[in-house]
């Protein structure tokens, strides 16, 4: 079946530095999804990238999703500790159509 | 628009016995999926339900099932449970028009002994 991988896995950064989560899918995505969870807490809907190439901003965060549908990234500038939790790409499985969510990042931000 | 609901929040079973856990979802959703997430295996898909009907289901074994009521409730069900089965049980709401983008519940915190 399609796999959705993260990398990296973990990331600890300097409060202020930037930060960046890749998403790599075994097939073409329709359109990609990212979920925010904090420690404790359940995954919150950041953003939906649809188009190919798309790229989106939210305030610090930049989303994009590649060219080929297949992969996407998520770029944060100048962290906060308030950015601290795990950050996971989603997308439905072509084919059987079920919703698969990536591995995740999970971000440590240090003050 | 109040959002998704699951009950129980928390709760503790012992190995063989069977648990029900509910969902309610965001008032108008019609689709609600399950997820199951471990430390180990991340989010794991376990199947999505719209107009009361199963759209899709993942790998998980016979002993998990749920059901959807006219009004978008869920419900699942693990029977015979297994140590294994310890994880956070997330439910997810969507709307029709809108479907890939997932609301999810606090969740229920399972605990198996």
């Known amino acids: 079946g399609q796999q959705v991988m993260q990398i990296p896995q973990y990331q600890h950064v300097q409060e202020g530095e930037d930060f960046t989560t890749y998403c790599n899918s075994s097939?073409?995505?329709?359109?990609i999804q990212w979920y925010k969870q904090r420690p404790g807490g359940h995954p919150v809907f950041l953003i939906q990238?649809?188009?190919?190439?798309e790229v989106k901003k939210q305030k610090r965060l930049t989303f994009q999703f590649g060219e080929a549908k297949k992969n996407s990234s998520l770029h944060i500038t100048a962290t906060q500790t308030t950015d601290v939790g795990t950050y996971f790409c989603?997308?439905?499985?072509?084919?059987?159509?079920?919703?698969?969510f990536g591995t995740g990042t999970r971000l440590k931000v240090l003050a | 628009k109040a959002g998704v609901t699951q009950t129980p929040r928390y709760l503790i079973k012992t190995r063989g016995q069977q648990v029900t856990l509910s969902c309610s979802p965001i008032?108008?959703?019609?689709?609600v999926s399950w997820y199951q997430q471990t430390p180990g295996q991340g989010l794991q898909f376990l199947f999505e339900?719209?107009?009361?009907?199963?759209?899709n289901k993942g790998n998980f074994p016979g002993r998990f099932s749920g059901r959807q009521f006219s009004n978008s409730r869920s419900e699942m069900n693990v029977s015979t449970l297994e140590l294994g089965d310890s994880a956070l049980y997330l439910c997810?709401?969507?709307?029709?028009?809108?479907?890939?983008?997932?609301?999810f519940g606090p969740g229920t915190r399972l605990l198996v002994l």
């Open positions: 008032s108008g959703h019609r689709s």
């Open positions: 989603a997308g439905r499985e072509s084919g059987t159509y079920k919703y698969i």
């Open positions: 990238l649809v188009k190919s190439g």
């Open positions: 097939t073409t995505l329709s359109n």
């Open positions: 339900y719209f107009s009361e009907t199963q759209r």
């Open positions: 997810a709401s969507s709307s029709h028009r809108d479907q890939e983008t997932q609301y």
